[in-house]
């Protein structure tokens, strides 16, 4: 039986990404990207639980990465859940989980947010910055003609 691993996480990025050029000629950017979820525990006070998320991107949404996304945005990421295994300086065998993104979408930055809330103006680097885009392999086209000529014989 086969099985499914698949990410999805929208949420802020701790830092800047940290993008490297590999001798090959790949290119991989890493960051952190937190989750936060709030609840009211039984008491009724309110409580916010954050968790990190250890991204890494490759080739082309590195590029994107490296180019547009910055401590504080928010982004979307589509990816697969990859353990690796390494060995520390004390010699010990340590896993590692990580986030392999496969799509990244651009949501918008901190200092967007900020803007709309009647702080400074955003420097003058940030009007050159791209709408909100979504960066992913195409979805295939279907044909929505329904109950058409549809050349199809599905009964739906």
């Known amino acids: ?53 250890r991204i890494e991107l490759w080739d082309n949404l590195a590029n994107i990465a490296e180019q547009y996304l910055h401590k504080g945005d928010s982004a979307y990421v589509e990816g697969r859940i990859r353990t690796e295994e390494y060995t520390d300086k004390e010699g010990i065998v340590r896993k590692a989980v990580k986030i392999r993104g496969t799509a990244l979408t651009l949501v918008g930055s901190k200092r967007d947010n900020d803007q709309e809330g009647g702080s400074a103006p955003a420097p003058q680097a940030q009007a050159a910055r791209p709408a909100p885009a979504q960066v992913a392999a195409p979805a295939p086209e279907f044909d929505t003609n329904a109950g058409g000529d549809g050349g199809d014989d599905l009964p739906f």
């Open 1 to 53: 039986m086969a099985g499914v691993n698949k990410v999805i996480l929208l949420g802020r990025l701790g830092a800047d990404p940290e993008v490297r050029s590999l001798p090959n000629g790949a290119k991989v950017a890493n960051f952190g990207l937190a989750t936060s979820e709030a609840y009211n525990n039984k008491e009724g006070v309110r409580v916010e639980q954050t968790e990190w998320h």
